[in-house]
């Protein structure tokens, strides 16, 4: 083995300590969800760092890569050790990303219920659902899904999953 980071594996990318600072429940993973969806809403954008877990991380700075960002700078983002501004820049354009995932939904009032029916173990999905007028006579329109991944008895994101309209 050459001690070299894996180029696919993000790391911890923040310290331990400010994931511990997340308080993702006993292991529910809609809580977890509804956290996430807070976050995007209000541009927590550390928050969202912390709640992705290591899929979801890849994911987001393999789509970065793949636009255009710094391979190094990337590298150092996986690996927590980017500077304060590259960092912010890099999370605020994510939170831009994931915002424009959801275009044309109210975040504040969507509402978040795991996906009905079996799950593979360590794996979740938890719907948003966008409320709609009572006389309409259904409970919501699904707008996306959050999938986690159960990371050692803590939920963590790995994806935001649109339901675009066809």
Known sequence: MSGEADAD???PGLPAAAVDAVDTGPGDPVVVARQFLN????GEHHTIWELLGREG??????????RGMDEALAARLRDGVASPGDQDVFLTDLVNG???DLTGTDLDALEVEAEPGPQEDGRARVLLIAPVAASLG???????????ADDGGTWLGQRLVPRLSR
């Open 138 to 148: 259904v409970p919501g329109l699904p707008v996306g899904s959050v999938e986690l």
């Open 9 to 11: 594996d993000p790391g």
């Open 39 to 42: 976050a995007v809403a209000w």
């Open 98 to 100: 994931l915002r424009a």
């Open 57 to 66: 991380r890849t994911a987001v700075l393999r789509v970065a890569t793949t």
